[in-house]
């Protein structure tokens, strides 16, 4: 096998994991990032690694929710009215995806890209020294009322159709589960394959060291434009100069889509702005990583405090946050957990915002350019960066390494919504 220099335009997790697969077959890497690893939305998601999310946003009927995501800027989902005329597009394909047919080929195709991914974070956690930081204790939804549960059940028969085993829990064996709970949660689902880390962002930190302990490169640097001889890759033309390659690996999440764009490879990614608020020292946390499935947001503990983190907005790259929306997840954290305080300092809260990169199919874009094959992308995970981050690593350097891995990734083509 032929070793290769590969850049990997990217700190977040994907582009960790993939370096650090890439060094165990044998490739020279170099990773490029104009802010530190781990300091986008791999810092301020919820952490969890859910083989479990196989359920495409997506869903049939949901085309109905429309006019209200319009009419309530602080709802699950929002878009924001200045940017409804660029993401229309994005939209219609979005609705489109939720056909029963799509939905079914959807779930089973990310299925196939989750399930392996505890055993894999865990050994690229293993090897980096970080294995301190994964948790394996499964993941609970709760839902408050029968309307909501009845609402989900397409997300749960998917979910089992494709061998996700599933625990009900009603009262009172739900409070048994989790004491910390409100009493007007009626049933929960507790899925005990999944995991979590307890801080995401030192995750793929201590990933990158590893990284450069391998002898890889960090460089801290913009990637302006892949450099092509004919269809052989020869640099990445960065902020700081050209850097020498043979292959380059694209996955710099919500911001992969100019370098993909001046690839020829116009795929239709937009950006879900996701926020979170971070509790330091709170007076309970939950069981386990806990989805308020009606509200849609996921609380977590963390070694530096409870994570509440969640919903869609969408909005683009450029304007500001709507913060009100940070708020309102303490104030729904609040009816899930009675237990936590009615005020706090500002000293004990931190708000953040960052960018999902998402598809309209939920779907991840896992291949090569058409321009060349040693260009490849690993960009668009939307919910499921962390958890798809390892196999989406190994199928790139396998790729790359002129190996297959006898998986189909055909659902996952750069080239299957390509504006002409």
């Known amino acids: 096998m032929r070793s290769n220099r590969v850049v990997v335009i990217g700190a977040g997790v994907v582009g960790a994991c993939t370096a650090l697969m890439l060094q165990r077959y044998g490739h020279a890497v170099t990773i490029i990032d104009p802010e530190p690893p781990g300091e986008g939305a791999s810092f301020g998601n919820a952490g969890c690694f859910n083989a479990s999310s196989i359920v495409p946003m997506s869903m049939p009927g949901l085309w109905k929710d429309v006019p209200g995501w319009l009419l309530d800027p602080l709802g699950p989902l929002s878009v924001r009215w200045s940017y409804l005329p660029r993401i229309i597009p994005w939209l219609t394909r979005f609705v489109q995806s939720g056909r029963p047919d799509k939905v079914a080929a959807q779930a ?27 948790r394996h204790q ?18 749960w028969t998917l979910r089992q159709e494709n061998g996700i085993k599933l625990r009900i829990l009603a009262q009172p064996s739900l409070k048994d589960f989790d004491p910390s709970l409100a009493p007007h949660y009626f049933r929960g689902v507790f899925l005990e394959e999944n995991g979590h880390t307890i801080n995401p962002s030192k995750l ?69 702005r996701g926020y979170h608020m971070m509790i330091r020292d709170p007076e309970v946390k939950p069981a386990v990583p806990t989805t308020e499935a009606e509200g849609k947001f996921v609380v977590t503990a963390m070694e530096d405090g409870l994570r509440l983190a969640g919903t869609v907005e969408l909005g683009g790259l450029d304007l500001p946050p709507d913060w009100r929306r940070a708020r309102i997840l303490l104030k729904n954290a609040r009816q899930m957990l009675p237990g936590l305080a009615a005020e706090y300092p500002e000293d004990r809260l931190t708000q953040w915002m960052g960018f999902r990169p998402s ?15 040693r260009v490849l992308y690993g960009f668009g995970h939307g919910h499921v960066g962390m958890t798809a981050a390892p196999m989406t690593a190994k199928i790139l350097a396998a790729s790359i390494s002129g190996q297959n891995l006898g998986i189909d990734i055909s659902a996952f083509s750069p080239s299957r919504f390509m504006r002409r």
Request: proline fraction near 5%; charge should be neutral.
């Open 138 to 155: 499964g993941h609970l939804y709760v839902y408050r009322s029968e309307k909501g549960f009845r609402k989900d059940q397409g997300g």
């Open 359 to 373: 598809m309209p199919d939920s779907l991840p874009v896992i291949g090569p350019s058409k321009r060349s094959p």
């Open 204 to 272: 793929v930190k201590r990933l990158v060291e590893q990284v450069v302990r391998n002898g890889g490169f960090f460089i801290p640097a913009f990637a302006q434009e892949i450099i092509l001889d004919v269809h052989q890759v020869r640099a990445v033309r960065t902020s700081v100069g050209e850097i020498s390659a043979d292959c380059v690996v694209v996955a710099a999440g919500a911001h992969s889509k100019a370098l993909a764009d001046r690839m020829g490879d116009h795929v239709m990614l937009d950006t879900e």
């Open 108 to 134: 089973s195709a990310l299925r196939g890209l989750l399930q392996p991914t505890l055993e894999l974070m865990t050994s690229l956690a293993k090897e980096a020294g970080a294995e301190d930081l994964i």
